[in-house]
């Protein structure tokens, strides 16, 4: 199958990356390449980093960004060992960086990848196809409490709690193997009269993704790393998808524009911490009424913006 994803708020994002044409630009989430092909569109001198963990989006970027010959880097890894990675060869500072979270379209429509409750396939769900752990582990080896936290939490779904208890009861006959199978227990799990709206397996879905490849803990634990990683001037866009990852991004840029912890009362500041930046977008840049007619999956999608000092 084609790698096919519709880069989200591409034409917001380019705009507020301030290309420099001589810059060092990194995109941590690099999918199809869609937003990395832009930017490299308008590189002279400059170089683009491309980063992903999965191996189908590095073969489709590597073809897609291929016409832009050496200016072009592409790393299979996940975008928390960024800094790492780039400074082992050599790059100690960058002038735009784009992480576009979340599952892309290829992702989600490779039935045999499993991330997708639509398609009958094996329970997977593994961004890094090098993982040992997938969504089928955590369905039929969590406890029933860690079960009914992951869905709590990360799928905020109000019948978390009997999600869980189904599961466990279903997995006791014999191991949960397929994305139709959960369905068909979560179905069981949720009164008929709330499953009108959406898929009853949307947000047990969700949450098992995150789950499986720690999608908020990796997110939490790389934006200092990054905005450090930022030259003066520099600018890092974040493209979220739900309000899990966009609460983690707001309250990250806003800790770095604001760092101090002295008491509000205190007439100067004596904590020492300095800020590193502001951030652009005080509310966070929506997809157009255009983009949504030709891209439905974008609906949830918000774009942050922090500007380095």
Sequence with gaps: ???????????????????????????????????????????????????????AAIAAAGEKLSVFGDKVTILRNNYCNAKVALQEMGVNGVDGIVLDLGVSS??????ERGFSYRYDAALDMRMDRRQSLTARDIVNNYSEMELFRVIRDYGEDSFAKNIA?????????????????????????????????????????????????????????????????????GRFCIITFHSLEDRIVKAAFKKNENPCTCPPEFPVCVCGKASKGKVITRKPILPSEEELEENSRSKSAKLRVFEKH
């Design 106 to 111: 290829y992702q989600l429509d490779t039935e």
């Design 1 to 55: 199958m084609e790698f096919k994803h519709y880069s989200v708020l591409l034409t917001e994002t380019i705009k507020e990356l301030n290309i420099k044409p001589d810059g060092i630009y990194v995109d941590g989430t690099l999918g199809g390449g869609g937003h990395a092909f832009e930017v490299c569109k308008r590189l002279t001198g400059g170089h683009f980093y491309g980063i992903d963990q999965d191996d």
């Design 165 to 233: 208890k189904h599961i466990v009861r279903a997995r006791a006959d014999k191991p949960i193997e397929t994305t139709f199978e959960l369905n068909e227990i979560i179905k069981a799990a949720i009164p008929a009269k709330f499953r009108q709206n959406s898929h009853p397996s949307k947000q047990t879905f969700q949450a098992i993704r995150i789950e499986c490849n720690r999608e908020l803990e990796v997110l939490r634990n790389s934006l200092d790393d990054l905005i450090d990683l930022l030259n003066p001037g």
